[in-house]
């Protein structure tokens, strides 16, 4: 089982498709002096979550084009690297199919990246550990690298492992802040792998351990149609700092809208983000940058 590391988003796409580049996998031979070596990237180009596989598309074409300016992979010859794209689309079946799709019409690629959300890249790596592809992934989920898969290789800290430091850390910025310790918490999230994930611990123990009490704990089906309900229910609760682990822009967006009409903003109650779609351009463009004042977020 690969074990996640500790470095960057940014150095693990350079490095893994370098890596992926010159790794020799038993599905396929290579040639000696190859002048293009493929790299996969399946992530979402359409559907809720397609801003982050864009962002991740162009990461890696940055990459690949570093690489290649630099004189290629060095170890192959000085051979090229060509990106291959698959969209995941807005569901992990799709995502599974485009990844049966890759490996079918793309038997000389030599390692892929890929899906952005967990609940896809669990599907994809289905696929591509069957077929001995090595897989990297900024996905968050422990069941990536829990499954006894030889072939996947997890860059970020896990969602556990996040679960286990963030709220430590929000508690203690409190204290820190001289607003006193807070005592109670509300979560709301979707039921995505990631968050399934992060959620674990902390109804388990995290919470209980940090003298917490859950006053409110939503789940939702992304993509959020409307969050009134959820709102409401948390609001209720009076929690001292609430967390917000959806998955994607337009469902921040209507969370953000509807605590703003019931009087919550990051202001009034402290709010909490999880993950990287808090920090894109277009969330303040679409949310207002008055709602994402003082949001802390929370990002591996």
């Not at 591509?128 to 897989?135: D, G, I, S």
């Amino acid at each position: 089982m690969s074990k996640p590391s500790t470095f960057g988003r940014r150095a693990a796409i350079k490095l893994g498709l370098a890596g992926a580049a010159t790794a020799l996998t038993p599905r396929r031979a290579r040639a000696q002096n190859p002048k293009e070596v493929k790299i996969a990237l399946v992530v979402p180009l359409s559907g809720p979550w397609a801003r982050q596989g864009i962002l991740e598309q162009m990461g890696a074409e940055l990459a690949i084009e570093d690489v290649n300016k630099s004189g290629g992979v060095k170890a192959l010859g000085g051979a090229k690297l060509k990106l291959v794209l698959y969209d995941t689309g807005d569901s992990a079946e799709k995502a599974k199919n485009a990844a049966q799709r890759l490996v079918a019409q793309e038997p000389d690629v030599v390692g892929g990246i890929g899906c952005w959300l967990s609940s896809f890249t669990l599907a994809v790596t289905e696929v591509t550990e069957r077929a001995e592809l090595p897989w990297l992934t900024l996905s968050y989920s422990d069941l990536i690298t829990g499954r006894g898969f030889k072939y996947i290789f997890q860059s970020a800290p896990t969602a556990d492992a996040q679960a286990t430091a963030l709220l430590p850390r929000v508690v203690d910025l409190a204290a820190k802040a001289g607003s006193g310790r807070p005592t109670k918490v509300a979560f709301v999230g979707d039921n995505s792998a990631a968050v399934v994930s992060f959620m674990k611990p902390i109804r388990s123990h995290v919470a209980k351990d940090l003298g917490l009490t859950i006053v409110a704990d939503e789940t939702y089906t992304p993509p959020l149609a409307d969050a009134t309900t959820l709102v409401q229910k948390i609001r209720s609760g009076r929690p001292d700092f609430i967390v917000l682990q959806s998955t994607n822009v337009g469902d921040d967006k209507l969370l953000l809208d509807k605590f703003a009409e019931r009087g919550i903003t990051a202001s009034t109650v402290p709010l909490v983000g999880g993950g990287g779609h808090w920090t894109v351009p277009e969330l303040m463009k679409v949310a207002g940058k008055e709602h994402l004042e003082g949001l802390i977020v929370g990002l591996a």
